[in-house]
């Protein structure tokens, strides 16, 4: 089945540290989509990135990357030097082409930073 | 800016008193959703408009139903809140149905119920 697994339930650096959440998933399908969203304390959830299944390169945004593992079936999120803004409730979610619109979620990784 | 709104931020209502939560749209996204989020919990989908084109989750209580009058809005009606019912609900659009699409999401709405 799928599922999608976020084992850090919570994490706290100080600020200007780097900081990787992870996020390993089961998945049926060879076609599949995995994606980031934060939630700062606000509530709104902010989309972060998407990626499928045949894109195995990493991503760099700013001061945020991803890397996509198949052979690991891990998509983690690492932040480098870490502002106290990016705190927040971070998901990562996965969706596969066959499983009819679910789009399974993680429990979700708190990430305080501390000034 | 392009956005997706809801209202109100916060509501209170009483146990069994029938509510509406609103949602509106400026993206022009063929699909809206209903999430229902509960305190340190990753959202729960109620149910999805494509187009007027409604789908219930099977798991989703009769207790809560939807409408969605034209493309831009869209409410969420809680006919006989329980106090199991207080949660954060979100509203979440996408310009296609299959997911391959980043859901848009709203600000909340935050539910108590007394």
């Known amino acids: 089945a799928q599922k999608v697994t976020q084992a850090q339930t919570e994490i706290s650096v100080v600020e200007k540290e780097d900081v990787t959440l992870d996020c390993v998933y089961e998945?049926?399908?060879?076609?599949?989509?995995l994606f980031w969203y934060k939630q700062p304390p606000s509530g709104e959830l902010v989309f972060l990135i998407r990626?499928?299944?045949?894109d195995e390169q990493n991503e760099i945004s700013g001061r945020y990357s991803w890397n996509f593992q198949k052979s690991t079936s891990s998509f983690n999120f690492t932040i480098t030097a870490s502002q106290v803004v990016d705190s927040a409730v971070y998901f990562c979610?996965?969706?596969?082409?066959?499983?009819?619109?679910?789009?399974?979620w993680g429990a979700g990784t708190k990430l305080i930073i501390k000034p | 800016d392009a956005m997706v709104i809801q209202n109100p931020r916060y509501q209170v209502t009483q146990f069994g008193k029938p509510v509406t939560l609103s949602c509106s749209q400026t993206?022009?996204?063929?699909?809206m959703y209903w999430y229902q989020q509960k305190s340190s919990q990753a959202p729960k989908l109620l149910f999805h408009?494509?187009?007027?084109?409604?789908?219930n989750e099977a798991d989703t209580p009769d207790n809560f139903q939807s409408r969605r009058p034209n493309t831009s809005f869209c409410f969420l009606d809680i006919r006989s809140p329980g106090l199991g019912d207080a949660a954060m609900y979100l509203c979440a659009t996408s310009s296609f149905r299959d997911l391959r699409s980043p859901l848009h999401f709203g600000n909340g709405t935050r539910l108590t119920v007394t």
């Open positions: 993206l022009n996204h063929n699909v």
């Open positions: 408009y494509y187009d007027k084109d409604f789908n």
């Open positions: 979610a996965l969706s596969e082409l066959v499983s009819n619109y679910q789009l399974i």
């Open positions: 990626r499928n299944s045949f």
């Open positions: 998945t049926r399908d060879t076609t599949y989509y």
